[in-house]
């Protein structure tokens, strides 16, 4: 078989998927304007013929042995056609009998375009899972992010995939309110989490890459770098103000200063009374050191 899977330009996938097959369904991001991502600004969006997803997936199930999760990169392969989703869905199912779950990026603008019924028969095809970055909950943070959308839109794209049944593992970006806005910013991205109630919630700490129009902001001495007692002091307002009936919290991206875990509501209480402790002693905080620090 001569076939290999051949990944064009970089690839990004969530920590959580380190160990799922990726499979290119789409190439770049279908919107690729936000300020901060640098991702895929390299690469013009397409959607890659199935014969050619075809040749890979029968590559994998000759070499790799059991698959049992799949990623479906880049950037937002939720806005290729429901059709084509449909039939990739079932070859993936077909070629792998152990297979438990799909997943993918879902932009907010791809999910104004999918309909629930569509996320729902996706969902029985198996994508049950779907990556969003919220970014933020206040309309002025998600305008100067370029996000596309505002506060209310978010929400509502998030609870049509939540009437879907579709699970949603959600980001928000810290620090990306500056210091002026970082109490509204953390307040309202609550209120947004709480309104969609994802299934998984992370933070990761906004951070101007090369190539980019944040990156551009921050040359011009425009963007805040808030340090790791403001950051901790905002993840502190965060998580206060979650309300969430059976969500797992994680702040482990190696943005992060600080790495937390817990299940809310349970841990709620001890989330918050250790960064309260933090915000009273930041000396004696395990902050991560900036040389282990990454995107
Ligand atoms: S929608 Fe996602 S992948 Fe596309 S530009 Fe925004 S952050 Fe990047």
């Known amino acids: ?30 919107y690729n304007r936000c300020t901060f991502c640098a991702m895929y600004r390299d690469k013009r969006f397409r959607v890659r013929p199935l014969e050619e997803l075809q040749g890979e997936i029968d590559w994998a199930r000759a070499h790799l042995g059991r698959v049992d999760k799949v990623f479906l990169a880049d950037g937002d392969a939720l806005v290729a056609k429901h059709s084509f ?21 879902a932009s907010p603008q791809s999910l ?46 998030g609870r049509k995939a ?27 991205s609550a209120r947004v989490v709480n309104a969609i109630q994802p299934r998984f919630v992370s933070t990761l700490v ?5 190539d980019t129009p944040l990156w551009e902001e921050d040359q011009r001495g425009e963007v805040d770098h808030l340090d790791p007692v403001e950051l901790a002091c905002e993840l502190r307002e965060f998580i206060a103000g979650l309300e ?10 190696a943005s992060n200063y600080l790495a937390l875990a817990g299940t809310l509501p349970k841990d709620k209480e001890r ?20 040389w282990m620090r990454g995107l």
């Open 244 to 253: 969430l009936d059976a969500s797992v919290f994680r702040s482990n991206h």
């Open 1 to 30: 078989m001569s076939v290999v899977i051949q990944y064009e330009g970089k690839l990004f996938r969530p920590p959580s998927e380190a160990n799922s097959l990726i499979l290119q369904a789409t190439i770049g991001c279908s």
């Open 162 to 188: 939540h009437e879907a049944g579709v699970k949603l593992s959600t980001m928000v970006l810290l620090g990306a309110g500056g210091r002026a806005d970082s109490r509204v910013h953390a307040a309202e």
């Open 85 to 105: 989703l449909a039939e990739l869905l079932d070859r993936l199912k077909a070629a792998f009998p152990d297979l438990r779950r799909v997943s993918c990026y």
């Open 112 to 157: 104004q375009v999918r309909t629930v019924d569509e996320m729902r028969d996706l969902k029985e095809r198996g994508l049950t899972l779907y990556y969003l970055g919220i970014e933020s909950g206040h309309d002025g943070v998600l305008e100067r992010l370029d996000k596309g959308v505002d506060a209310e839109e978010m929400i509502a794209v």
């Open 271 to 290: 989330l918050v009374s250790g960064l309260d402790e933090v915000l009273s002693h930041p000396e004696r905080a395990r902050f991560l050191p900036e």
């Open 206 to 210: 906004m951070t101007p890459v090369e």
